[in-house]
């Protein structure tokens, strides 16, 4: 995994600023390319006991970018953590018009001074979309797609079951067709009987598929 070392301090003085790097990347990069950073604050260490870390930017071609999920603290009392790139942080070329870290807590947040994010172009791969990122909304997202494919399941199995009994019912009744045909005896019960499965799995089928929408 690629990282690179930056440090900044949390009050935005700028005589309080390390020396800055900007961040590098390739349009198609991401989930490779991380950033360990070490907060100050007035030159101390920033505590980042109960904190969270959400990198906020506005890419080269006007979309943005708002990513809770690639944070991770390292060393709270040291004031350090980790930030993975998702893949749509580098889909654009060019530099973006803004980054920042944001440090969180419930409703109260902090930043870091603006962060230089320079992405390189990629003459090579075709089909990288850049599109606005939003973590919350990509979550959103993937669980209704989930239920949706896990509803797509379910009735898939519930049809196919339903031709399963059907198909066994259609076997049956041949049978019979078979014996009736052939001359040989069938009695009132075994008649009776298909007919009452019949008419039960198509109820069993009905409720079933009700149950699903």
């Given at each position: 995994m690629a990282n690179q070392d930056l440090a900044y301090d949390i009050t935005k003085v700028?005589?309080?600023?390390?020396?800055q790097q900007a961040i590098y990347g390739r349009v198609g990069d991401g989930g490779l390319k991380a950033v360990t950073v070490k907060v100050f604050s007035n030159h101390a260490d920033y505590n980042l006991t109960?904190?969270?870390?959400?990198?906020?930017?506005?890419?080269?071609?006007?979309?943005?970018?708002?990513?809770?999920?690639?944070?991770t603290i390292l060393d709270p009392q040291g004031g350090v953590f980790r930030y993975v790139f998702p893949n749509q942080a580098f889909t654009a070329k060019g530099d973006y018009v803004q980054a920042f870290f944001k440090l969180m807590r419930?409703?109260?947040?902090?930043?870091?001074?603006?962060?230089?994010?320079?992405?390189?172009?990629?003459?090579?791969?075709?089909?990288?979309?850049?599109?606005?990122?939003?973590?919350?909304y990509q979550q959103l997202i993937n669980k209704i797609t989930s239920k949706e494919n896990d509803y797509e399941a379910t009735l898939n199995k519930k049809f196919q079951d339903a031709l399963d009994r059907m198909k066994n019912l259609s076997d049956r009744q041949d049978t019979l067709q078979g014996r009736l045909d052939a001359g040989d005896y069938i009695n009132r019960v075994e008649y009776n009987q298909l007919l009452q499965d019949m008419k039960k799995h198509a109820l069993l089928d009905l409720n079933s598929f009700k149950e699903t929408s």
């Amino acid at each position: 995994m690629a990282n690179q070392d930056l440090a900044y301090d949390i009050t935005k003085v700028p005589e309080l600023q390390p020396r800055q790097q900007a961040i590098y990347g390739r349009v198609g990069d991401g989930g490779l390319k991380a950033v360990t950073v070490k907060v100050f604050s007035n030159h101390a260490d920033y505590n980042l006991t109960g904190l969270s870390v959400r990198f906020e930017g506005v890419k080269a071609d006007g979309t943005r970018i708002i990513d809770s999920a690639g944070g991770t603290i390292l060393d709270p009392q040291g004031g350090v953590f980790r930030y993975v790139f998702p893949n749509q942080a580098f889909t654009a070329k060019g530099d973006y018009v803004q980054a920042f870290f944001k440090l969180m807590r419930g409703d109260q947040t902090d930043s870091t001074i603006n962060v230089k994010v320079h992405v390189q172009s990629n003459l090579v791969e075709f089909g990288i979309n850049s599109e606005s990122y939003l973590t919350e909304y990509q979550q959103l997202i993937n669980k209704i797609t989930s239920k949706e494919n896990d509803y797509e399941a379910t009735l898939n199995k519930k049809f196919q079951d339903a031709l399963d009994r059907m198909k066994n019912l259609s076997d049956r009744q041949d049978t019979l067709q078979g014996r009736l045909d052939a001359g040989d005896y069938i009695n009132r019960v075994e008649y009776n009987q298909l007919l009452q499965d019949m008419k039960k799995h198509a109820l069993l089928d009905l409720n079933s598929f009700k149950e699903t929408s």
